[in-house]
């Protein structure tokens, strides 16, 4: 895949940023305060890289989440990441979420479920905390139980998960199961 480096690039959110590596993405950063504060945290995490222009892999994904945040419903799944920085637990909690796709939500008790223990519910949801890939890993499509949004780590927290998740199309009645009306009897 190439070299490594850190980008920038603008959204209809805002500045995001991405750090990559030879075996994919290593990071995500979705708008914050400023560009600025973006490239901030991304050199904090990543001190040896560098802001440079992306190879040709990395440009389609920036292409693709930048679609996305415009509404596209662009497909995020073929993007590669590295995991290297992750435990197990958390790559396949990443992975499952990945397979969630835009419009839809789940829980994260069934998401645990998908995982094989409804009882890890809240080591999802603190895997999804950590997330490094937001957006790429659509964590934002992960939903607490009885009717609740759950957390969101980015910044803006909650009121950035639901603009994502509407701007997914999955805040309608219809779609989102949080709201949804019970069958007729």
Known sequence: ??????????????TCGLAWGPAGLLAVRLPGSSGAAVT??????????????????????????????????A?????PLDFSGVAPFEASV?????LIPPGSTVTY????????????????????????????VPCHRITAADGRTGGFSAPGGAATKLKLLDL??????E???????PPPA
Not at 2 to 14: I, M, N, P, R, V
Not at 75 to 79: K, R, W
Not at 168 to 173: P, R
Request: no cysteine; proline share 7%; glycine share 12%.
């Open 75 to 79: 497909d995020l799944s073929g993007i």
């Open 168 to 173: 997914e199309g999955a805040l309608g009645a």
């Open 94 to 98: 990443y992975r499952e979420a990945r």
């Open 109 to 136: 008790g069934a998401l645990a479920s998908r995982l094989g223990d409804r009882n890890l519910a809240r080591a999802v949801g603190q895997a999804l905390g950590r997330n490094p890939w937001p957006i790429v």
């Open 1 to 14: 895949m190439g070299d490594s480096g850190l980008a920038k690039f603008e959204t209809q959110l805002g």
């Open 175 to 181: 779609t989102l199961p949080l709201f949804a009306m």
């Open 40 to 73: 901030d945290r991304l050199r904090r995490r990543f001190p040896k890289l560098e802001a440079g222009s992306p190879p040709p892999w990395v440009t389609q994904a920036i292409d693709s989440m930048t679609s996305h945040l415009a509404g596209a419903h």
